[in-house]
């Protein structure tokens, strides 16, 4: 069995590495972190030249035509560059959203949009509860008018809305026993009347976050996502594919902080010796490489479970986020004690990937929750 990627697969990584290496450094990163907007409207339209933004839409809809593996691929390298862009926001949550459940005119409206970079989307799911289940979207509601909708209420912690055009908002239009029912997807101009757009003071500000408020704002029936009262197994999907998408970033991150962390320990010298020959430090190092690798192995399972859509994606997706989550977070944490003091000021960029680490943790669901999913998976 063959369990490596293609040698296509290894050309687009080392493209994606050497552009990212030239265009991405973190002297960039901390530039965009003090940036408003957080991201490079320059970079962006390199990177729908270069064809990442539509990589995974069909061709129809002014993609590539590639699968997620393909994406998994430039996704890991973004995340070891710790890439401050919409693309999560725009290509993953939203693009998907509409590619999994919009008509047919949606679909030929916003993805081709996404694609060439020329429209950002994004997409409001989590309100002040934080959850990312159906129970979860309970405050904003969508309450029907005769010529469609008023939706009102508070979205938190939305990914790139300061700079969206237009959001996927997951909104109430029916209380129910089954919180899965009852729930519609709504496509709506970020700068609609009655649209407040809040910018967070977050820990990651390599990832910009907002506070979205709804106040009666309109929304015609044709800019609702599938159907009234069904969009929950729509986000339900995308979640999945959010999840195995943030995996690849993480294990991106991870494999950098590693990197960096091997490098330094065998450039650091003390009492006359490089400190990897160390016992303690080698010993952090080898661990750190074991959870690297065991984090690759559930990432990339969870992205060939998307790509073949197979039964097995959702344990697959839940096992790896859960690994995942607390795999970067002890290698970022662990990256932090092999650097000794330098590693703790703010000149070094270990704690760039530590507060990375921390925000992909709890997006889409912290280890404990995913734990709790497996459970449910395997009938306990």
């Given at each position: ?70 994406l998994t691929v430039i996704l890991e390298e973004m995340g070891a560059a710790l890439l401050p862009s919409p693309f999560l926001s725009s290509v993953i949550l939203a693009g998907q959203t509409i590619l999994v459940g919009g008509s047919e005119e949606q ?152 990197d960096i962390s091997v490098d330094y320990a065998k450039e650091r010298v003390q009492f006359g010796r490089p400190i990897g020959s160390f016992q303690a430090i080698k010993h952090k190092c080898s661990e750190m490489m074991l959870q690297v690798e065991s ?5 990339y399972y969870a992205a060939w479970a998307i790509d073949e859509d197979v039964p097995e994606a959702p344990l697959a997706v839940s096992m790896a986020k859960a690994y995942c989550s607390d795999a970067y977070r002890y290698t970022a944490g662990e990256g ?45």
């Open positions: 069995m063959d369990f490596g990627f293609s040698e296509e697969q290894d050309m687009l990584r080392t493209a994606a590495r050497d552009f990212l290496a030239e265009h991405c450094p973190t002297t960039f990163v901390r530039q965009m972190m003090d940036d408003e907007k957080g991201y490079s409207p320059d970079l962006w339209n390199q990177m729908a030249q270069l064809g990442w933004l539509g990589l995974a839409f069909p061709e129809e809809y002014g993609g590539q035509g590639f699968g997620f593996i393909d679909k030929k409206t916003y993805l081709p949009k996404i694609a060439d970079g020329s429209l950002i989307a994004t997409l409001a799911l989590t309100e002040p509860s934080g959850r990312f289940d159906a129970e979860g979207i309970a405050e904003v509601k969508a309450a029907p008018t005769e010529d469609g909708f008023e939706i009102s209420g508070t979205k938190l912690f939305i990914i790139d809305a300061h700079v969206s055009d237009v959001m996927v908002v997951a909104a109430r239009t029916k209380d129910a026993g089954d919180k899965s029912d009852g729930i519609t997807l709504f496509l709506v101009d970020s700068k609609a009347p009655g649209v407040t757009i809040n910018l967070l003071k977050t820990m990651d500000q390599t990832r910009k976050q907002s506070e979205v408020v709804f106040d009666d704002v309109k929304v015609s029936r044709d800019r609702i996502l599938g159907q009234i009262d069904t969009g929950w197994p729509i986000l339900g999907k995308v979640l999945h594919i959010a999840c195995a998408a943030l995996c690849a970033e993480m294990v991106g991150g991870a494999q950098r902080v590693l984090a690759k192995s559930a990432a932090i004690q092999v650097h000794g003091g330098i590693g703790f000021t703010w000149e070094h960029d270990m704690h760039l990937y530590f507060k990375r680490a921390k925000f992909s943790e709890f997006t889409f669901g912290d280890a404990t929750y995913h734990r709790e999913l497996v459970a449910q998976e395997i009938n306990l």
